[in-house]
């Protein structure tokens, strides 16, 4: 249905031409406000070309759609309450360009506060400029990885709050230590001529054992009788997973301590370089243990994966503009505004 309307114009001396406000439409816009609304709400659940396909529109009127709803919704959004947040960064395009994202993680309260390009210091700092220095000094929790910028501003900028190191970064730095000890003895074994045991035990190696496939589990079986350094690196990790099972951030310590000794005489220099890395950030590792049971720091990682799944949904966004706002419209539960009717 069309509904033709022309709208009246008026010359104002002191404004010049102004057009007439209607409550059905905004500026020059040639479709409702309330089937903008309708438009992003299908956005949500498909991709923004099937959206335009299905309702015989254009690509760039659904963007229009989904970039009025986001822009209501930031404005409109409650941000009081906030105590916990968590910063990660992810690939975005080719040539190794990132973005910062800023997830609020409290319990039950779990969605995107910010999205920036690139993940240098300035690129944080422009967040807690934008959330307030009061906000940024009620956080109770900041979960992060070890990026150094990430560090330096979050120590700046909110010292009040407990600062936790996000498990998953952790293991991935020992994950990718155990594949560089893996790698280089594969191509030593290879060019001495000895039995390729390491060939195909990649992941078998990466995994955690109760992941495995049944096969996965035999042929690691088999690779655990071999005195080989990528063994003893998968030992070490292993042997570290007992670090999250305490409860006393005192008898975790000595663990961390205890590990670390052990490691650093292991003579596996990926190994030891991250039993360095995990000595620098001690504290802020036994943090983990301080705010147990308040936040999820897995929820980050909840929510890029959602992340991905948005970006991969739409094929890819050519502009940072575009991409924000397919953000903020799917992870940042943003409010509607109430109407009387709605499409069915």
């Known amino acids: ?3 033709v309307y022309a709208m009246r114009r008026v010359d104002c001396l002191n404004c010049g031409i102004v057009v007439e406000e209607v409550p059905w439409g905004s500026g020059k816009h040639q479709a409702t406000t309330t089937y903008a609304w309708f438009l992003a709400g ?59 994202l800023v997830y609020q993680i409290d319990q039950g309260a779990r969605r995107l506060l910010w999205v920036g390009l690139d993940r240098k210091a300035k690129t944080l700092l422009k967040f807690f400029r934008a959330f307030g220095r009061e906000r940024s000094a009620r956080l109770r929790f900041v979960s992060t990885d070890m990026w150094k910028p990430y560090l330096n501003v979050i120590a700046k900028k909110a010292s ?4 936790v190191l996000d498990r998953f970064h952790i293991m991935a730095h020992m994950s990718k230590a155990i594949d560089e000890v893996r790698a280089k003895e ?3 074994l290879q060019a001495d001529g000895h039995v390729p045991v390491l060939k195909g035990m990649r992941y078998c190696l990466l995994k955690r054992p109760e992941n495995l496939t049944e096969n996965q589990e035999v042929k690691l079986a088999d690779l655990l009788k071999y005195n080989l350094k990528a063994v003893r690196a998968y030992l070490l990790k292993e042997d570290f997973q007992f670090f999250w099972d305490y409860v ?43 705010a147990r049971g308040t936040i999820s720091a897995a929820a980050v990682e909840g ?42």
């Not at 009040?160 to 600062?163: D, E, L, Q, R, S």
């Not at 994966?305 to 739409?314: H, P, Q, V, W």
């Not at 966004?317 to 009717?341: D, Q, S, W």
Request: proline residues 3%.
């Open 1 to 3: 249905m069309y509904f």
């Open 42 to 100: 299908w956005a949500k659940r498909m991709s923004w070309s099937a959206v335009a396909d299905a309702f015989q529109t254009s690509w760039d009127r659904v963007f229009r759609a989904v970039e009025m709803a986001v822009t209501w919704g930031l404005e409109h959004r409650d941000l009081e309450g906030v105590q916990a947040i968590g910063v990660d960064e992810v690939l975005w395009h080719k040539g190794y360009k990132f973005l910062t």
């Open 160 to 163: 009040g709050a407990i600062h």
């Open 186 to 188: 594969a191509k030593r």
């Open 248 to 290: 006393s951030p005192a008898w975790a310590g000595k663990f961390l301590d205890r590990w670390c000794t052990r490691t650093m005489r292991s003579r596996l220099d990926p190994m030891k370089r991250v039993a360095r890395m995990l000595r620098r950030h001690r504290e802020l590792l036994l943090n983990w243990f301080r």
């Open 303 to 344: 929510l890029n994966n959602k992340l991905k799944l948005t970006t991969r949904k739409a094929y890819g966004f050519r502009t940072f503009r575009a991409l924000e706002i397919a953000l903020y419209h799917t992870l940042g539960n943003l409010p509607e505004p109430k109407v009387t009717h709605r499409f069915c």
